[in-house]
């Protein structure tokens, strides 16, 4: 259960992480960029740069969730979580199954 919790403190930190940085960056998107440079007096050049630097920002954030994502997901034991669920768990399933007849159109009853 020990593991259990230390795993559960570092997703509560992976996602601090996420929110320090600054989540509202990573789905700017480059026309909104564009538009609030667009209002800056800037050079031709350090707009461009700054779009880059935006561009690249958002790159390397977005990888840096994934493979945050990915290091936790590859520690996970599928089988042992199956394993649990299926202990701890009722698995209940219900269904309804309905057939009803189709209603004829206009063309088929001629063609009776």
Excluded: C, H, W
């Amino acid at each position: 259960m020990e593991e259990e919790d230390k795993d559960k403190k570092n997703i509560s930190d992976i996602f601090k992480k996420v929110v320090s940085t600054g989540i509202s960056a990573a789905f700017t998107t480059e026309d909104t960029v564009k538009n609030i440079i667009q209002d800056l007096p800037l050079p031709k050049e350090m707009a461009q740069g700054l779009l880059a630097n935006a561009k690249q920002t958002k790159e390397e954030f977005v990888s840096g969730v994934k493979n945050e994502l990915k290091t936790y997901l590859d520690k996970i034991d599928l089988t042992k979580e199956i394993d649990r669920v299926l202990e701890n768990y009722d698995l209940e399933v219900k269904a309804n199954i309905k057939f009803n007849k189709k209603k004829k159109s206009a063309k088929s009853k001629k063609q009776e």
